[in-house]
């Protein structure tokens, strides 16, 4: 069955950077675009960035546009995340999800498949 593993998440402070990754298995992760997605504390689901399957092409969210890059490995199976110039509006649980989701899916809590990673922004 499909697996994502997402992992890296920490406490950092402000003007920081982190790198998170996301796993894969369970399919053919080449031939699938993949999006991260982020939940901050009692708010809902935001969509964050984008990539297409071969990672040529991706996209970001306005807020995050210039400080987070998001890229893949596939012959890793592994999506990356690398966030910089964190601020404490970043803090939130960040997943993966098949597809190119600009934006969220009404069924998001169904597509989830791993746990997420934490990531806090806090001095």
């Known amino acids: 069955q499909v697996q994502l593993v997402e992992s890296g998440g920490d406490l950092v402070q402000p003007g920081g950077s982190l790198r998170l990754s996301c796993a894969a298995s369970?399919?053919?992760?080449?031939?699938?675009?993949m999006t991260w997605v982020r939940q901050a504390p009692g708010k809902g689901f935001e969509w964050v960035c984008s990539i297409f399957s071969g990672g040529g092409s991706s996209a970001c969210e306005d807020s995050v546009e210039g400080r987070f890059t998001i890229s893949r490995d596939n012959a890793k199976n592994t999506l990356f995340l690398q966030m910089s110039s964190l601020s404490v509006e970043d803090t939130a649980v960040y997943y993966c999800i098949q597809g190119y989701h600009p934006v969220v899916p009404d069924d998001i809590r169904s597509r989830l498949r791993g746990q997420g990673t934490q990531v806090t922004v806090s001095s």
């Open positions: 369970g399919f053919t992760f080449s031939t699938y675009p």
